[in-house]
């Protein structure tokens, strides 16, 4: 079945260095969203992608859609300390599931 | 905005027992429902979808007989998990589609620990 995958499956920065995690797949996405887990926590929707080659911002948070809308981006500007969690990438499966990426584990250094 | 609220949000059992976990959306109308799981360090497992007023959908190698769902009402999706061992323990999620554009609602999640 189609599959998303996510890298770098972990990502340690400095605090005002910036990040991005990538997602691939196999297949054309009819849109691609994107989630944040804190630790401890569940994950919250940030965001979804329906059109190709779309860019979304959210403050420091900028969200792109691959031309062939088969891989998607997020990329953190300045990251803070705030931004620690992981962040999951997901892509519909069946006319209603999502399937979800392994997630990229941020972790932040101030 | 829509919330989905899960209960309990931890249980300890014992091996053998049965637990059941509660997922209510508050404010919404939720015909689906997805159940998932979540190993510490991983990603969300989708266990089984629940429909309302029919039986659920089970992923391959999830157990229907042991993860038992139940969805009666448009608000209410259930996840009983019979006779727990240790391995079941994890992180359980419920989660509902509020609307097209809006993503997935998330249940604050049940840590269940089987002792």
């Known amino acids: 079945g189609q599959q998303v995958m996510q890298i770098p499956q972990y990502q340690h920065v400095q605090e005002g260095e910036d990040f991005t995690t990538y997602c691939n797949s196999s297949t054309t996405l009819s849109n691609i969203q994107w989630y944040k887990q804190r630790p401890g926590g569940h994950p919250v929707f940030l965001i979804q992608?329906?059109?190709?080659?779309e860019v979304k911002k959210q403050k420091r948070l900028t969200f792109q859609f691959g031309e062939a809308k088969k891989n998607s981006s997020l990329h953190i500007t300045a990251t803070q300390t705030t931004d620690v969690g992981t962040y999951f990438c997901?892509?519909?499966?069946?006319?209603?599931?999502?399937?979800f990426g392994a997630g990229t584990r941020l972790t932040v250094k101030p | 905005g829509a919330v989905v609220s899960q209960h309990p949000s931890r249980v300890i059992c014992k091996s053998g027992t049965s637990v059941k976990i509660e997922c209510r959306s508050l404010d919404f109308q939720a015909t689906t429902m997805f159940w998932y799981r979540q190993f510490p360090k991983q990603s969300l497992m989708l266990m089984a979808t629940s429909n309302e007023g029919s039986k659920a959908t089970y992923e391959q190698g999830v157990e229907k007989d042991k993860f038992l769902i139940n969805h009666a009402s448009l608000t209410l999706s259930t996840l009983t998990v019979t006779s727990a061992h240790p391995e079941d323990s994890s992180f359980y999620i419920c989660s509902a589609r509020t609307g097209r554009n809006y993503g997935y609602t998330f249940g604050s999640g049940t840590r269940l620990t089987v002792v």
């Open positions: 992608l329906v059109k190709s080659g």
């Open positions: 997901a892509g519909p499966h069946n006319n209603n599931d999502m399937r």
